[in-house]
């Protein structure tokens, strides 16, 4: 045998015996039904040897359009379409003194986690369209603070236990863990009186 026979059969061997395999098991990664991709992977075997390169660009098609797409559209409406961003209450307290209430220094400074504050979300797409969510402190850092969201939003591209970092002074509302606990889930906001 020459040598361009031996490098035709290991080009052969590895289009049609190693790469699907190898190929496939990148592929599947994209799918997020764990139980389809073991699947699909048993199933590169019962596909004959000749088919399965192009068996397996067939579920590389499958695996952006069920995979990759809803990842990417979710990506591109959080940080392109939508553009939400964290308000700081502090600020419009300054703009509007008179009806815009922020807790005090004093209260923000007692917050820890396990207590629930609420936000204000704008949203760059839709001017008018801004949301107050309630966020339950995970950490705090001095003035650094992560929670997690604890509502649907509805124009703010986000899912309910979204890790959420902010601000001490973004807050516009709170309610301290025993407060939850004494009153129920509805808490006790506080409102200037």
Do not use: C
């Not at 061997?13 to 699909?40: H, K, N, S």
């Not at 559209?73 to 300054?94: D, K, T």
């Not at 609420?118 to 008018?128: C, F, G, I, Q, T």
Request: no cysteine; charged share 25%; hydrophobic share 40%.
């Amino acid at each position: 045998m020459t040598h361009g026979a031996l490098g035709g059969l290991g080009l052969l061997v590895l289009i049609f015996g190693f790469a699907p395999g190898m190929v496939l098991a990148a592929i599947v990664r994209l799918i997020p039904d764990v139980d389809r991709r073991r699947e699909l992977q048993a199933e590169l075997y019962e596909v004959p040897r000749w088919d399965r390169p192009f068996w397996v660009a067939q579920q590389f098609e499958v695996a952006i359009r069920i995979g990759l797409s809803p990842q990417l559209a979710w990506y591109w409406g959080r940080y392109v379409w939508h553009r939400a961003r964290i308000e700081s209450g502090l600020e419009n307290h300054r703009r509007y003194p008179d009806s815009f209430w922020v807790p005090s220094d004093e209260e923000k400074a007692e917050l820890q986690p396990g207590d629930t504050v609420r936000l204000m979300w704008s949203v760059k797409r839709y001017e008018a369209a801004g949301e107050r969510m309630w966020v339950k402190i995970t950490q705090r850092d001095g003035d650094r603070v992560v929670g997690k969201l604890q509502n649907w939003p509805i124009f703010v591209h986000l899912d309910p236990d979204a890790v959420v970092k902010f601000h001490i002074d973004d807050i516009l509302d709170f309610n301290y863990r025993q407060d939850d606990e004494s009153a129920g889930e509805a808490g006790t906001q506080r409102f200037p009186g």
